[in-house]
């Protein structure tokens, strides 16, 4: 399954939720959708209306920035990252 | 023992500063809602629940509530959108109010939810379609500075069907059958620019109403204060007296249909007290005269600002006057703004005040 690594902003919102995890899916968007299964509301932490990833959230699939259709294989590393902005 | 928390939303979190009955000395706490930016937090004496209308730059808009006066803190967002079909965003929750048993939030691109579950979901209520011009709101290019939507609410005790709501650099508005159907309440404010519509285009800062006398409505506008005595189906200006015709703040005295409180600002780009000297201004004859507040506030190199909800005042027998500014200070008068003193320095930058008495 893909290692999903996620922001130190986002996991305080959720108890349980930690830094890092496996999560099925074959796409960036189907991931965060298996989150959302367990952590409700963690979807609309990352994703806008559209649907598209939020502004200032990023996404890299083994090192690669992607949207929210990007391809996951078993194997891959999938760092979300919230990306310096504000003050 | 009464206890009175004054509710702090700030760039950073919310804070709750605890004072007793007496409001001398007071306890601050937080920050709260994980330090996301909080545009508007409040108290829901009904429930007893502070909400708090926060946007974080990451994470999008939520609305977070506690139970516990501050102490734990939950937070949602479900409902609180367009969809993914509409084309607009909900960019910011800016204000929030309460109407009986609803929770009102306003939101920018302008649009107001509701949650009728103690703010666990929301609804869309209103996006006000069909106002005259309400087709551009939505361009950033139209909005003012803040881009804010629904900037405030002013909802009526004891009717939750009826309320006002303030659109950014547009106007008020009111309904009376819970938000499906509204009409502009701008008639007679002063507005110092062409607009196309008669009723709409006036920027009406801060709208509050007499909790004595519901007819009685005052309002800090862009340009200059106004009252009504028509529950706003009309306006007159009463900036007469007052240094600036430009400030955001504004609150009502509780139990006197007469007074009333603002803080007059430079109107240019620094929109901070005039003279670096720190001065609430009330009337006591409904805008007939003014009478600058400054005992124990600062009076030489205060460049302060407040913001529209930046300040609030409680309903005891001697009501107890709030603001907080947007350098982390609180100012607090237990004695209907006659004397001062700095109860919290040093915190983020303040977008709101709002006061709880709890038994």
């Known amino acids: 399954m893909p290692d999903v690594h996620l922001p130190t902003t986002l996991t305080p919102l959720f108890a349980g939720l930690p830094r890092r995890l496996d999560v099925e899916g074959a796409t960036v968007l189907e991931a965060i959708d298996r989150l959302e299964e367990q952590w409700p509301g963690l979807r609309d932490r990352l994703v806008a209306e559209g649907p598209a990833l939020r502004p200032h959230i990023h996404v890299y699939v083994d090192k690669e920035r992607v949207d929210l259709d990007g391809r996951l294989e078993p194997r891959s590393r999938m760092d979300v990252i919230a990306a310096i902005s504000g003050g | ?359």
Not at chain 2, 39 to 67: C, L, N, P, V
Not at chain 2, 98 to 107: D, I, K, P, Q, W
């Open chain 2, 1 to 359: 023992m009464a206890r009175t928390l004054v509710l702090v939303g700030t760039r950073k979190g919310a804070f709750v500063l605890e004072s007793d009955g007496d409001r001398r000395d007071w306890a601050l706490r937080g920050p709260y809602c994980e330090g996301w930016p909080v545009y508007h937090a409040i108290w829901d004496s009904g429930s007893g629940t502070i909400y708090a209308a926060a946007a974080s730059e990451w994470h999008g808009s939520a609305i977070w509530r506690s139970g516990d006066l501050g102490e734990s803190w939950e937070m949602s967002s479900e409902g609180l959108s367009y969809g993914d079909d509409e084309g607009r965003k909900v960019s910011k929750v800016s204000t929030l109010a309460t109407a009986g048993s609803r929770l009102l939030v306003g939101v920018e691109a302008p649009g107001i939810f509701e949650s009728r579950d103690g703010g666990e979901t929301f609804s869309l209520v209103s996006t006000l379609s069909g106002q005259p011009g309400s087709e551009a709101w939505d361009d950033p290019a139209n909005q003012p500075p803040g881009h804010l939507g629904i900037s405030g609410f002013v909802t009526d005790g004891g009717d939750a069907e009826r309320f006002f709501a303030v659109v950014q650099g547009v106007g008020a508005f009111e309904t009376t059958d819970g938000g499906s159907s509204w009409t502009p309440r701008n008639r007679g404010l002063r507005r110092d620019w062409p607009a196309e519509h008669e009723e709409v285009g006036f920027c009406v800062h801060k709208l509050v109403r007499s909790p004595s006398d519901g007819q009685r409505m005052y309002q800090q506008n862009h340009v200059g204060m106004h009252r009504s005595d028509d529950e706003g189906r009309s306006w007159h200006e009463i900036t007469e007296g007052l240094p600036s015709d430009f400030g955001f703040a504004a609150a009502a005295h509780p139990h006197d249909r007469e007074s009333f409180y603002v803080i007059p600002l430079d109107a240019g780009h620094g929109r901070i007290m005039p003279e670096g000297k720190a001065t609430v201004w009330r009337t006591s004859d409904a805008g007939s005269s003014w009478r600058p507040l400054r005992q124990g506030l600062p009076q030489e190199g205060a460049h302060l600002g407040v913001l529209r909800q930046g300040m609030a005042i409680d309903s005891y027998e001697t009501p107890g006057l709030y603001f907080g500014t947007s350098t982390g200070q609180v100012f607090a008068s237990p004695d209907e703004g006659e004397t001062w003193t700095m109860i919290a320095d040093y915190l983020p930058a303040i977008s709101s005040v709002d006061v709880a008495m709890v038994d």
